[in-house]
């Protein structure tokens, strides 16, 4: 059974012409502007976890949780939310079915050309972060819907606004006109520990309030393709569509989680044991900025950055693979006006180790532009430091590049020169050199690497390569050991190690 990855939104159905149609889950919504409200500069003070090791102690599986559940359950609220969508004659086959059109006439079969507008309706959850009414809880539950309704646990329902969006990480504010509300205690998500009990808090399937539990899996998941920055909390406890947007509390009653995806058989729709959240620091780092500012700015250097594999690390002179190595530097950046350059091994910001490329990318975003860090890097074996001073992420800029794994010798590949006029058809500058792989042998470890026809070499363990004639010399140069090859993919140059044979 193949395996899939799914944000936990529960869509319910959807009404068009009259007809009662059952749906699944839609594509990403538009967000209408005059459903959006801004913060106007104001913070939310939450309320933060303190000493709650007494009421931890009075958890045990005898007496259940019960104690730390009944107070955090009126702050779990639900969430209904719509949206109007069109669909055209194709999407709706029953349209040209002959017993459909003989009772409704032939006309219908005449409007494939007119898109029809029904309203699609779905359901999530969230969480009351403040007494007067703001609300956390995840973008996908409400992105786009033009109508927003918040029920609370004693039945009563508001409608919602949106204060701002972040789909970059899936987290969304709302605000509810109301006072007197019982906010969750926010806990801190960096203590968090596999092993550690969980709880699960939701409205999965639209059944109501519903608590499950669990333990926590891992921790700082990321790679899951969800969203651009992932630093998930991964549970057994139970999510189901219906329970993004929900808490994952600990047995203090804390808040360390919003519950936002899970991973399901292809054919399922419900847990397999493996749910994500996000985890409540870095949700309480963009809520703030929303509140603030209505949008997230992200600090940046303006380099592309991959993973040190144990086979990049080896072709470095490293002893562990560590850091984020630099494979592109983008010109007029941050990184460039610091003296950055590819090859580049980041190994601390601010004289804290920088475990992965995943770990360098998190930590950067979550830094304001303007700040200045210093980063310690590692170049042609030696430790410098460089002061780079951050600026705003541009919305328009691709994720970083990724290295891929390599384990065996570079053979099965064919290259050529790399002319102006391929130049163009790639897409690169005219001024691009390098020379360009023509064809990968599909059972190579050059294929096995992620090396692929039309992907232009550039460098041969450190050294440029223009033409074929300097390729072949600096491959032969390089025996049967190691070779650590700069190609350019797109426009975008990444590092490559392949081991000998």
């Not at 906010?183 to 608590?211: C, H, M, R, W, Y």
């Not at 044991?273 to 900025?289: C, E, L, S, T």
């Not at 032969?476 to 081991?499: H, M, S």
Request: net charge negative; charged share 20%.
């Amino acid at each position: 059974m193949n395996a899939k990855l799914i944000q936990v939104r529960r869509p319910v159905a959807a009404a068009a012409l009259g007809l009662c149609l059952i749906l699944g889950g839609a594509a990403a919504w538009v967000m209408e502007a005059n459903g959006t409200v801004h913060g106007a500069g104001r913070t939310i003070a939450v309320t933060e976890a303190k000493d709650s090791d007494a009421q931890g102690e009075r958890v045990s599986f005898t007496d259940g949780f019960a104690p730390v559940v009944q107070p955090v359950l009126p702050a779990v609220v639900n969430i209904h939310a719509s949206k109007i969508v069109k669909m055209s004659q194709q999407e709706m086959p029953f349209m040209n079915d002959p017993m459909f059109r003989q009772f409704f006439g032939q006309q219908y079969g005449q409007q494939d050309q007119q898109p029809q507008q029904q309203r699609e309706h779905s359901l999530g959850s969230g969480v009351i972060v403040s007494s007067d009414g703001y609300i956390l809880t995840n973008n996908h539950v409400v992105d786009g819907a033009s109508d927003i309704k918040v029920s609370l646990k004693d039945k009563r329902e508001f409608k919602a606004q949106v204060v701002g969006v972040d789909p970059k990480t899936d987290i969304a504010v709302l605000k509810i006109p109301v006072t007197g509300l019982t906010p969750i205690t926010f806990g801190d998500s960096a203590k968090t520990q596999v092993g550690d009990f969980v709880l699960a808090i939701g409205n999965p399937f639209g059944v109501g309030e519903t608590v499950t539990m669990g333990i926590v899996s891992a921790t700082q998941r990321s790679g899951l393709g969800l969203e651009d920055y992932e630093d998930f909390i991964q549970t057994d406890a139970a999510i189901n569509p219906g329970n993004s947007g929900g808490a994952l509390i600990n047995v203090h009653g804390d808040l360390i989680g919003i519950n936002t995806s899970i991973l399901t058989g292809e054919e399922g729709g419900g847990t397999e044991g493996v749910g994500f959240a996000i985890p409540v620091n870095m949700a309480r780092g963009i809520m703030d900025q929303l509140v603030k500012n209505g949008k997230v700015s992200r600090g940046y250097i303006g380099v592309g950055i991959e993973a040190v594999t144990p086979d990049l690390a080896k072709a470095f002179g490293m002893d562990t693979p560590t850091g984020a190595l630099v494979g592109e530097v983008e010109p007029d950046s941050p990184g460039a006006k610091a003296g950055l350059q590819r090859g580049d091994i980041i190994l601390a910001v601010d004289g804290q180790p920088v475990s992965d490329e995943r770990d360098l990318r998190l930590r950067i975003a979550g830094m304001a532009p303007g700040q200045t860090v210093k980063l310690e890097i590692l170049r042609n074996g030696q430790k410098l430091n460089v002061s780079v001073t951050l600026v705003e992420f541009p919305d328009k800029q691709a994720s970083a590049t990724q290295g891929e794994p390599s384990s065996n010798a570079l053979q099965g590949v064919q290259v050529d020169e790399l002319t102006p006029q391929i130049a163009h058809e790639l897409e690169l500058p005219a001024s691009t050199t390098g020379v360009v792989i023509t064809d990968v042998d599909a059972s190579s470890a050059a294929a096995e690497a992620g090396l692929q026809r039309g992907d232009v070499i550039q460098e041969v363990n450190r050294q440029p390569v223009s033409n074929v004639q300097q390729y072949e010399k600096a491959v032969r140069a390089g025996g049967n050991g190691e070779v650590l090859l700069l190609i350019n993919r797109g426009g975008a140059t990444r590092f490559v190690a392949i081991a000998g044979q």
